[in-house]
């Protein structure tokens, strides 16, 4: 992490890139230069923490196929995305800040001696295209703790499964979602749907079953004066 041009707030004590890549160079008379990159890269044994050594997140294996992305024309091409056994901590504290907010990168002081935004020429960047054949978490889980409450609430999404199917910025057709969860409760989730990116929009069914309020109660407690079963 010392060559990250940011200011991290958070700690990588493991984690494993492989990569199988090809890439290409192509310069021809008369058209455009391209620069290509297909292959394969899987990173296993992720562990992420915050600056007190806390952990966040762990994943046990990210797998990405890449069929093709060409990196001047803005173009991605991926054949499959796969994450195993995603783990993540998730708490908000007493301040009512979420800890994963330490993922995002601290802003920068701006630079006295520096070139000013209104200097600068921006070049318009081209659309960014891309499809996803098929998108995979399988038996994920959250763990979520809220300790902004007079009562402190905790609760926990485990085997969390979705998949994406057909996911594209351009196709007309919509892509395939189906996902399931549990909670901590007992609660089941299941999503199916059709999602659209362009027009942006979402069709299908969400059926939840077992919920009861009271387990939400520190949430709403302190605003009424009965119990709710």
Known sequence: LRY??????????????????????????GQPQRLTVSGTA????LAVADGAKVPLLSLPLLDVDIESIDVFARDID????TVTGLSVEAVRGRDGLLNLLALAPRPEKANAAGP????????PAQPLRYSVNRFELNDARVAF?????????????ADID?????????????????????TGFGETLALEAAVAVAPAGTEGTLELTGVRPRNYAPYYAPLVRFDID
């Open 4 to 29: 990250v041009p940011a200011t991290l707030a958070f700690d990588i004590p493991s984690g494993t890139l492989d990569t199988d890549l090809r890439l290409y160079f192509i310069r021809a008379t």
């Open 42 to 45: 899987r990173l296993r044994d």
């Open 78 to 81: 991926l054949s499959k995305i």
């Open 116 to 123: 000013k935004p209104q200097d600068l020429q921006a070049t």
């Open 145 to 157: 703790t809220d300790r902004s409450l007079q009562s402190p609430f905790r609760t926990e999404l």
């Open 162 to 182: 979705l998949s994406l199917v057909g996911l594209s910025s351009t196709q007309a057709d919509p892509a395939r979602l189906a996902a399931s969860i549990r």
